[in-house]
């Protein structure tokens, strides 16, 4: 089952082209830094054990989705000129890239999986653990790109098919219902 983030970057590339969803995983992997570094340096032992502060960084990211879905609604269906290519007069790389970091770090699952995960492969020999887990997150964080822009490029193509406005129409709806529903399903989850 794809995650919060492979689903926001799937329908923004349908919707507006892989240079959007481009943008998305650009920032989306570069929060994986932020979740490495909190495991490395042993910080996210607080959120993991702090209930307090789990929920604060929960309602925080549920609010963040929900802020998402609503800016959704205003969405103007998108027209795909007759060489294939999205209308995007509004694209900026930053502001994309921002939101998905936004999303990234705003996930505390996220950093409670990096502080699952990576101490199971640090060695007892050799660089230090710290060391260890801030290259282990860094391919991480490669590979994530990596396979965020594999999906924004392959659904990006989907959009030059798809001229329709009652497409338009269901994809903006459907990513409202999607993003509302990942905020209402990330409130009701615990640790």
Same mark, same amino acid.
């Given at each position: 089952?794809?995650?919060?983030? &492979?689903?926001?970057?799937?329908?923004?590339?349908?919707?507006?082209?892989? +240079?959007?969803? /481009?943008?998305? #995983?650009?920032?989306?992997?570069?929060?994986?830094? @932020?979740?490495? /570094?909190?495991?490395?340096?042993?910080? #996210? /032992? $607080? =959120?993991?054990?702090?209930?307090? %502060?789990?929920? @604060? @960084?929960? !309602?925080?990211? %549920?609010? !963040?989705? =929900? !802020?998402?879905?609503?800016?959704?609604?205003?969405?103007?269906?998108?027209?795909i000129n007759l060489d294939g290519k999205v209308d995007q007069e509004d694209f900026s790389f930053w502001k994309l890239s921002r939101t998905g970091f936004l999303m990234n770090i705003l996930n505390p699952k996220v950093t409670l999986f990096f502080v699952a995960f990576l101490p199971q492969f640090v060695a007892k020999?050799?660089?230090?653990?710290?060391?260890?887990?801030?290259?282990?997150?860094? $391919?991480?964080?490669?590979?994530?790109? =990596?396979?965020?822009?594999?999906?924004?490029?392959? #659904?990006?193509?989907? #959009?030059? !098919?798809? &001229?329709?406005? +009652?497409?338009?129409?269901?994809?903006?709806?459907?990513? %409202?219902?999607?993003?509302?529903? =990942?905020? /209402?399903?990330?409130?009701?989850?615990?640790?």
């Amino acid at each position: 089952m794809p995650g919060p983030d &492979n689903l926001f970057v799937l329908t923004e590339s349908v919707t507006k082209g892989a +240079r959007n969803g /481009i943008a998305l #995983s650009t920032g989306l992997a570069s929060g994986v830094l @932020v979740h490495t /570094i909190l495991a490395a340096t042993g910080l #996210s /032992i $607080i =959120l993991q054990n702090s209930d307090v %502060v789990f929920q @604060v @960084v929960k !309602y925080f990211g %549920v609010a !963040y989705l =929900l !802020y998402l879905a609503f800016m959704a609604t205003k969405e103007k269906p998108q027209t795909i000129n007759l060489d294939g290519k999205v209308d995007q007069e509004d694209f900026s790389f930053w502001k994309l890239s921002r939101t998905g970091f936004l999303m990234n770090i705003l996930n505390p699952k996220v950093t409670l999986f990096f502080v699952a995960f990576l101490p199971q492969f640090v060695a007892k020999t050799g660089f230090s653990p710290t060391l260890q887990m801030l290259i282990m997150g860094l $391919i991480f964080m490669l590979q994530a790109w =990596l396979l965020f822009s594999l999906l924004a490029l392959l #659904s990006g193509q989907l #959009s030059t !098919y798809l &001229n329709h406005p +009652r497409f338009w129409t269901v994809t903006k709806w459907t990513k %409202v219902l999607v993003l509302a529903l =990942l905020g /209402i399903f990330l409130a009701f989850t615990g640790k």
